[in-house]
């Protein structure tokens, strides 16, 4: 693994405009930046990165089925009392899954470390499975890259493949995310596009144009009714909307389904290393109000069980705060201690491996980098190529 210089492509914020990324650049800062990129052996990304990434996506599931039989648990994990049959019962009902994304810490030598797994809402769906291969294309198609480099990118595919094996040819599924969001439009459009592949119909409303039927259904923006919904919105703050009561009597599939709330949650992490302790890919992990955490020292990361973009996560180091992210209203929630893997640095940059499951298996990789030890919210997207 090593990161190289390469030229950017000629025009490419126009063809960014054109095929609708319009947040290549936010606030006066690149978030798409291909002035440098990651190279990878192919041993590394199958040894590494892939076969791990579908085996922790495999434990995490047995840790679901764990979560959710146990109260303790599911209170741990805060997940409110009026909606755990919810949960558990769309786990108990097998409620397809679609996707996740796992965050690794990788250096290209030894066994990459899960960070934590957004296996609920994860965006950079479109940065990672479209925009990272037309730059690969472009790049082999002008002898920049070498006949033979190749990309770990199979997502658009992969997804395909999954509707096509969940639902029958002309099923209806809807799409819906915070209007005005041009980030989280392109993460739903990117699932749309790979719905439309499928032979699906694929419909987009925003999310606060779903409204109520008089026997309680969900209608879309065009009074039709939803009957299975792929939703951006977070379970943990469908949960606490006034809006969840519905959910039982609107009789509609939800893509993530309900049990996704109890893996993109931080508290995950300490039942992972209670379930599989000594794990090359887990670090150890435990809730803040264990007696057990004393085993990590002095040394640590402390993480709200709920925290997006890297909100609220402080970096502890023989007993100090050496680094923390803004506060937000993820500040006030439990908490909970994972020991301090470092993020590798190149040239002043710290990247994230972001691994993309697609169903039970890793189907990609997308690459966001910062120079702080926190990965958040504006850390720059990096493409990636392989080349043996």
């Given at each position: 693994?090593q990161?190289?210089t390469?030229?950017?492509?000629?025009?490419?914020?126009?063809?960014?405009q054109?095929?609708g990324?319009?947040?290549?650049?936010?606030?006066?800062e690149?978030?798409?930046?291909?002035?440098?990129v990651?190279?990878?052996?192919?041993?590394?990304?199958?040894d590494?990165?892939?076969?791990?990434?579908?085996e922790?996506?495999?434990?995490?599931?047995?840790?679901?089925?764990?979560?959710?039989?146990?109260q303790?648990?599911?209170?741990?994990?805060?997940?409110?009392?009026?909606h755990?049959?919810?949960?558990a019962?769309s786990?108990a009902?097998?409620e397809?899954?679609?996707?996740?994304?796992?965050?690794?810490?990788?250096?290209g030598?030894?066994?990459?470390?899960?960070l934590?797994y957004?296996?609920?809402?994860?965006?950079?769906?479109?940065?990672?499975?479209?925009?990272?291969?037309?730059?690969?294309?472009?790049?082999?198609?002008?002898?920049v890259?070498?006949?033979?480099?190749?990309q770990?990118?199979?997502?658009?595919?992969?997804l395909?493949?999954r509707?096509?094996?969940?639902?029958?040819?002309?099923?209806?599924?809807?799409?819906?995310?915070?209007?005005?969001?041009p980030?989280?439009?392109?993460?739903v459009?990117?699932?749309?596009?790979?719905?439309?592949?499928?032979?699906?119909?694929?419909?987009?409303?925003?999310?606060?144009?779903?409204?109520?039927?008089?026997?309680?259904?969900?209608?879309?923006a065009?009074?039709?009714?939803?009957g299975?919904?792929?939703?951006?919105?977070?379970?943990?703050?469908?949960?606490r909307?006034?809006?969840?009561i519905n959910?039982?009597?609107?009789?509609c599939?939800?893509l993530e389904?309900?049990?996704?709330?109890?893996?993109?949650?931080k508290?995950?992490?300490?039942?992972?290393w209670?379930?599989?302790?000594?794990?090359?890919?887990?670090?150890?992990?435990?809730?803040?109000?264990?007696?057990?955490?004393?085993?990590?020292?002095?040394?640590?990361?402390?993480?709200?069980?709920f925290?997006r973009e890297?909100?609220s996560?402080?970096?502890v180091?023989a007993g100090?705060?050496?680094?923390?992210?803004?506060?937000?209203?993820?500040?006030?929630?439990?908490?909970?201690?994972?020991?301090?893997a470092?993020l590798?640095?190149?040239?002043?940059?710290?990247?994230?491996?972001?691994s993309w499951?697609i169903g039970?298996?890793?189907?990609?990789?997308?690459?966001?980098?910062d120079?702080?030890?926190i990965?958040?919210?504006?850390s720059?997207?990096?493409?990636h190529?392989?080349?043996?």
């Open positions: 693994m990161k190289i390469l030229p950017e492509r000629p025009q490419w914020r126009d063809k960014a054109e095929l990324f319009t947040f290549a650049d936010m606030h006066g690149p978030y798409w930046d291909e002035t440098s990651y190279q990878f052996n192919l041993r590394q990304i199958e590494d990165i892939e076969d791990p990434s579908t922790l996506h495999a434990m995490c599931r047995e840790a679901a089925a764990a979560i959710v039989a146990s303790e648990l599911m209170e741990k994990l805060a997940i409110p009392e009026e755990r049959d919810l949960v019962n786990w009902n097998n397809p899954e679609i996707y996740g994304r796992f965050d690794l810490a990788y250096d030598s030894g066994p990459a470390k899960m934590e957004n296996a609920d809402t994860p965006t950079s769906l479109y940065e990672s499975a479209s925009f990272q291969w037309s730059w690969l294309e472009d790049h082999l198609a002008t002898g890259l070498n006949e033979g480099d190749d770990f990118n199979g997502i658009h595919e992969a395909v493949a509707f096509q094996s969940l639902f029958a040819k002309d099923t209806d599924l809807h799409f819906t995310a915070i209007g005005g969001s980030e989280d439009y392109a993460t459009e990117c699932m749309g596009w790979a719905a439309r592949e499928a032979g699906l119909g694929a419909h987009y409303t925003d999310l606060e144009k779903v409204a109520l039927s008089t026997d309680g259904q969900f209608l879309d065009e009074d039709r009714v939803i299975k919904l792929f939703k951006l919105y977070p379970w943990e703050d469908l949960l909307d006034d809006y969840a959910l039982k009597a609107a009789d599939l939800m389904p309900a049990w996704k709330a109890v893996l993109s949650n508290g995950l992490l300490p039942v992972l209670q379930m599989f302790e000594g794990h090359p890919n887990l670090l150890p992990a435990y809730f803040e109000d264990d007696a057990a955490k004393s085993a990590l020292g002095e040394t640590f990361v402390r993480k709200p069980l925290s890297g909100a996560i402080q970096i180091e100090e705060t050496t680094e923390a992210s803004p506060n937000n209203d993820y500040a006030e929630h439990a908490k909970i201690l994972q020991a301090y470092p590798p640095e190149f040239a002043g940059f710290r990247p994230v491996i972001g499951i039970t298996e890793c189907a990609g990789i997308g690459i966001r980098e120079r702080s030890r990965t958040q919210d504006l720059r997207f990096k493409p190529f392989i080349r043996d």
